[in-house]
């Protein structure tokens, strides 16, 4: 959501924001609505103070016995009424269009956030490790697991459809050390707290991180009327929303592993084979909520802290600043990390590291008590710390020997039993 008192006073710099983003003109269609509401209520404002009047004036007739004037005014005040009622309800229209306008409206990206239109012109930061070479021609994570005899993507489709698959065995048990690593990681090392939130949440709470209502068709909704989460970032951020939190306090920084759900409405014929895109996944999230001014610092650190998985499964990876046209919908600026896969020759994302400002906080009413006692609208972050199940992809691949077998990241093998290689 953004500041209506913001964009009235420096349009021109929002509109120059939203360009970069793509967009046309926004702030006087905003302003323009925000006129009428404020003129209507400007209506309502000069009809109660009329009625007040009137109505004091009622008192003072009928003591002098003046029932004619008694009458009159009594008559004004009933058409005072009418008119409260009637610019009431414009003005309550008024709003929530101008509401739904903002809605709508992404997140303005930060002043030095590289321009672009598209993911061609997102910077390479840097990169970590060395990509393996191999005397055989490496396999694919899905050839490698149907191999194995552990990863089935036709028993799956048969109760499920496409884009799900069953891991049993080792591989089930990969998944689950992977995570159980990234949480102890990120819980025991990095200061995160490990939460176990609903997977389940109103509408409230995800048009408070901002996938409603834009990206509705991406989400599956119960009979109920929840929503399944698209990813845990929906439910740690909504733990301090419509809240004052003490700024003593701050930073909050919480962990999170659970499944996500999305339709992939948008990405029909992409990655439809293995274990890339799903419909159901399972990732380690991390959340901060923090002071404005201390949001860009927590950015880079929350980076750093899932760079470091990746590092200590010595998978090799690389960073890139997304530009303007690649940012996601309620970014200010985001970092991707790429991890290498040789079945394709190339990085592919692995987690999203993003500042939203005070963008969600905003639409959450989620506030702190600032030194000065006013309340301020916090800032918020969230990254994958990663993704389990394309973290599962990179170490197959990765790890494959040419008799098809698996060799056990170190780091794994205290959660995998002292299992060193899958076969």
Not at 9 to 22: L, S
Not at 99 to 111: G, R, S, T, V, Y
Request: include cysteine; aromatic fraction near 8%; proline fraction near 4%.
């Amino acid at each position: 959501m953004h500041d209506i008192k913001a964009i009235r006073e420096n349009p021109d710099y929002y509109d120059k924001r939203w360009a970069k983003r793509g967009l046309e003109v926004q702030s006087k269609k905003i302003l323009d609505r925000d006129a009428l509401i404020r003129k209507a209520m400007n209506v309502v404002q000069e009809a109660e103070a009329a009625r007040n009047k009137s109505s004091k004036l009622i008192g003072q007739a009928m003591a002098k016995g003046d029932k004619e004037e008694a009458e009159r005014l009594k008559a004004e005040v009933a058409g005072a009424k009418n008119v409260i009622a009637a610019m009431g309800a414009q003005v309550d229209g008024e709003k929530a269009a101008l509401n739904d306008m903002l809605a709508a409206l992404p997140n303005i990206p930060f002043e030095n956030v590289p321009e672009g239109d598209d993911e061609d012109s997102n910077i390479e930061q840097h990169k970590w490790g060395t990509p393996k070479g191999y005397n055989f021609e490496p396999k694919s994570h899905d050839d490698l697991g149907e191999a194995l005899g552990m990863m089935d993507f036709e028993t799956a489709a048969k109760m499920s459809g496409s884009r799900f698959v069953v891991l049993s065995g080792l591989l089930s048990r990969l998944d689950r050390a992977l995570a159980a690593f990234m949480l102890d990681l990120q819980s025991g090392e990095n200061g995160y707290t490990e939460t176990t939130p609903p997977f389940l949440v109103w509408d409230k709470a995800l048009y408070g991180t901002g996938q409603l209502p834009k990206f509705e068709e991406d989400l599956y909704k119960t009979t109920a009327g929840h929503y399944l989460i698209p990813t845990a970032e929906v439910s740690l951020t909504n733990i301090v929303r419509e809240s004052i939190v003490d700024a003593e306090s701050l930073p909050h920084r919480y962990t999170a592993h659970t499944p996500c759900f999305r339709s992939e409405a948008g990405s029909a014929g992409r990655d439809t084979k293995g274990m890339i895109r799903q419909h159901q996944f399972n990732k380690v999230e991390l959340v901060s909520i923090v002071k404005p001014e201390d949001s860009e610092a927590e950015h880079k650190r929350m980076l750093g802290c899932a760079e470091e998985v990746l590092k200590r499964l010595k998978l090799p990876y690389r960073v890139v600043e997304l530009c303007t046209g690649d940012l996601g919908f309620g970014a200010r600026r985001t970092f991707d990390i790429e991890v290498w896969l040789p079945s394709q020759d190339t990085y592919r994302e692995i987690s999203s590291c993003s500042n939203c400002g005070d963008f969600q906080a905003r639409r959450m009413n989620a506030r702190y008590k600032h030194a000065a006692k006013d309340n301020r609208f916090v800032h918020t972050l969230n990254g994958s710390g990663l993704a389990v199940g394309r973290t599962l992809v990179a170490v197959l691949e990765n790890y494959q020997n040419e008799d098809g077998s698996i060799t056990v990241p170190d780091v794994l093998v205290p959660y995998m039993g002292g299992v060193t290689v899958i076969k």
